[in-house]
């Protein structure tokens, strides 16, 4: 495994950025800075050997502070949206950022997407990565208690990239974490024609603000029925701008298991992902304007907690205690 640390800039807050590129044997590598913990580039090898980057992202750290899509980076404290940016909590009103209409979205207005993450490189066999922690002072974005996070992305020589999270609290709080990059397997275009399955059976409705209802879904026989590979264009028309839809895995609660398979026919590559979460939130790049990629030019698959789960009470619990200790895995497995 080889590993090169780079400077990444400074911040428009004055903190020295990082930058780290780990890469295996096989072709593959990924690249990432410490600004939002940040995906950058992964690099991946099509079926002849060619290996071309798979995800979108921006060319300078200008750009990544500025930037409203997302791209790569940890959203948190709470992943995807809370309705009416609020939530009641041991007999108390919680007040947020509204910064989605009414609702309050991937953890307010600075989310963790804008902070600066210390970071550490991991050496271990037959892979390496980067340890990015950051700690979120009591009341950071309206959320109560002092949380610390520890988030590694790992390559193996196998060409497994993992994404694993850790949180510990101070006193209780909703803590849901996950990545969003933005993927496209064949390196440029849009992925209509790239092609999905899911081990998802159920989804959660939403209403026009992309609340959910509270109801759990089969997925047979909708728009978000992928149980069989298809071409993700294929029924996005049918969903208003495209895909936003929270899919539910149907497996134990915390264990490892299958969520999607992605794969791109004309180059053969294939993403695998696996997670240890209950939801996948499938995004495709609805709002992307072409300044610099067009419009369904990526998907999400952000591994999560239920959206608005703190104010749903069907739905697992998002609270960690301060006698707990979250943990999140997602591991992505590429071929070709």
Known sequence: MQVIQTKAGTSSTGRKVEGVTISNGRGMSFSAISYGATITKVNVPDSRGSAANVVLGY???EEYERGTAFFG??????????????FMLGGKEY??????????????TRGFDKMVWSARVLRRRNAAGVRYTYTSRNGEEGYPGKLKVT??????EDN?????????TDAATPVN???HTYWNLAGSGTVLAQELSSSCPFYLPTDAALIPTGEV???AGTPVDFSAAKPIGRDIASVGLGY?????????????GHACTARDPASGRTLELWTTQPGVQLYTGNHLDGRPFPKHGAFCLETQHFPDAVNQGQFPSCILGPDQVYHHLTVHKFSA
Do not use: M
């Open 59 to 61: 060319e300078t750290l």
């Open 73 to 86: 980076c940890i959203v948190g404290r709470f992943a995807n949206r809370i309705a009416g940016a609020r």
């Open 95 to 108: 007040q947020l950022a509204k910064n989605d209409g009414a609702n309050s979205l991937h953890g307010g």
């Open 151 to 156: 988030a590694d992305y790992v390559l193996t």
């Open 160 to 168: 497994q990239l993992s994404f694993e999270y850790w949180a510990v």
């Open 177 to 179: 974490l996950t990545n």
């Open 217 to 219: 879904a089969r997925s």
């Open 244 to 256: 936003d839809h929270c899919l539910v895995l149907r497996k134990p609660y915390d264990a490892l």
